[in-house]
């Protein structure tokens, strides 16, 4: 990625001092969280988008446009005026009713089945149908505090199978959360797994290329991973440089304009989307349930759109010039256990999309954000502890640091800066726990006083503890 430090870094670069008290540092609200919460709201509307007749969900962080009719798409997602998905312009603006043997990728994010294939009723075909290409009823549940939708899709008589989603956005905060479910609609067993299929933008247009070359996408790997090298190659070159497992344990693609589909069994739930030239992310997050199995083992897939490389009959290799090839996007899915449904049965996924600001590198994903540069923590000669790091955040609020003795005894907190998701913190400071601390944690608290978690936790001395 790239090694400039993005534009509207806050640095800090100032000395705190914890009173003997060892309690917290008290700091006036920054400008963007002064009663922001008062002020709050969440809004649903009708809208235009690119044509189509779409609901839009919005706060003062993000705007979600929903298009009903086709197929219940998320069509697009804005943070802090970044958009995230790929949206065809082929198809914009058009609703294709379903075609059997053909299939319209209007782009966006949707719900999809699997396994996939045409071998027998147990595989779903994914082409154009009801499933994909149906239109979908709307239904506005609340707004004002909280936003929530409702979702409905059509009985699919060739799988048994009907959707209905609800997607909730609050009004003090950039996380959207989805609730998804397929029924069995039959009067007879079905087994399937539903998937969640975003696609993100991969497109540069000032590049020569064509598309980003600074696109990325992360998920931990399993260490026991059922699969060699602890990935598995569904589609594509089998020796592929965009594709790496790094020595932190973290599954790596760098995308490249080239078809390939690249299953993980990764059991950590989340993954994350790294556009390292924009220095946005968005991470998506879900709930592994280890007692269940997952269509051919895999939680979490990722495809790289682009040409086919194919063998012809003499073994000679070529790339395909299928105009489905042509667009430039990333798929990022994640898969439900694999649900045996009897008549009237349902089965759901939860998930959840956290967006916030990226750097130039990766390091994980905590619960209160991601780690662009990891925490280290160094003690001066003056009694001081230096801290350093680089973070996006998912809530808006104070950066608190925790300090503990080699005993895990707390020895209180400190409020060192005001963030916001919408810009990535650079932490360098100086501060003096009111003891000897042995180790030190930073946590995001919110605009309403409620810990959303830690970022990192280390030893004091040590740094990095990964």
Same mark, same amino acid.
């Not at 790997?221 to 344990?249: I, M, Q």
């Not at 798929?331 to 759901?348: F, V």
């Given at each position: ?171 003090? @905060? ?124 895999? @939680? ?7 040409p086919e490389l194919r063998l012809s009959g003499d073994g000679i290799p070529s790339l395909n010039a299928d105009p489905d090839a042509i667009p430039y996007y990333l ?26 600001r990226a750097g130039n590198e990766f390091h994980g994903v905590e619960d209160g954000g991601v780690v662009i540069r990891p925490l280290r923590s160094v003690p ?28 895990? @005894? ?23 726990? @009111? ?32």
């Open positions: 990625m790239h090694s400039a430090v993005a534009p509207g870094v806050r640095r800090l670069a100032l000395v705190c001092f914890l009173a003997s008290s060892g309690l917290r540092l008290l700091a006036a609200p920054g400008p963007n969280q002064a009663n922001s919460s008062v002020a709050a709201e969440c809004r649903v509307e009708a809208r235009d988008y690119s044509g189509w007749h779409a609901e839009q969900l919005s706060n003062r962080w993000v705007q979600l446009v929903v298009v009903p009719q086709n197929g219940g798409r998320v069509m697009q997602v804005s943070f802090a005026g970044h958009p995230y998905l790929f949206v065809n312009p082929k198809f914009a603006g058009q609703y294709l009713p379903p075609t059997p043997g053909r299939w319209f990728n209007y782009g966006g994010d949707k719900l999809w089945l699997l396994p996939e294939g045409n071998n027998d009723e147990q595989h779903w075909v994914g082409d154009s149908d009801l499933l994909d290409d149906g239109t979908f009823s709307f239904r506005k549940l609340s707004e004002g505090k909280q936003c929530e939708i409702e979702l409905t899709g059509p009985r699919d008589p060739q799988t048994g199978i009907q959707f209905r989603r609800t997607i909730h956005l609050d009004a003090d @905060s950039p996380q959207i959360r989805f609730h998804a479910s397929m029924r069995n609609v039959t009067g007879h067993p079905v087994v399937w797994s539903m998937q969640s299929v975003s696609q993100y933008d991969t497109a540069d247009r000032s590049s020569a290329s064509g598309f980003n070359h600074d696109f990325w996408t992360f998920t931990p790997t399993n260490p026991a991973s059922a699969y060699l090298n602890r990935y598995h190659v569904r589609f594509g070159p089998a020796e592929n440089s965009a594709v790496s497992v790094r020595d932190d344990g973290l599954f790596a693609v760098h995308y490249v304009h080239l078809a390939a589909e690249l299953w993980l069994d990764s059991t950590e739930g989340w993954l994350a989307v790294v556009d390292g030239r924009s220095r946005y992310a968005m991470v998506e997050r879900f709930e592994f349930e280890g007692n269940k199995p997952y269509p051919g083992k895999a @939680s979490v897939i990722f495809w790289t759109n682009g798929e990022a899915e994640i898969n439900s256990p694999m649900c045996r449904l009897l008549p009237g049965e349902a089965c759901d996924l939860d998930t959840e999309w956290l967006p916030t001066l000669d003056n009694g001081k502890i230096k801290l350093t790091g680089s973070f996006g955040v998912f809530s808006a609020g104070r950066l608190m640091v925790h300090f503990y003795d080699e005993h895990g @005894s707390s020895l209180g907190t400190m409020r060192i800066l005001d963030v916001s998701p919408a810009e990535p913190v650079l932490l360098e400071t100086e501060v003096v726990p @009111s003891g000897k601390a042995a180790r030190v944690s930073l946590h995001v608290e919110d605009e309403n006083g409620v810990d959303r978690g830690s970022l990192q936790e280390v030893r004091v001395g040590i740094g990095d503890n990964r």
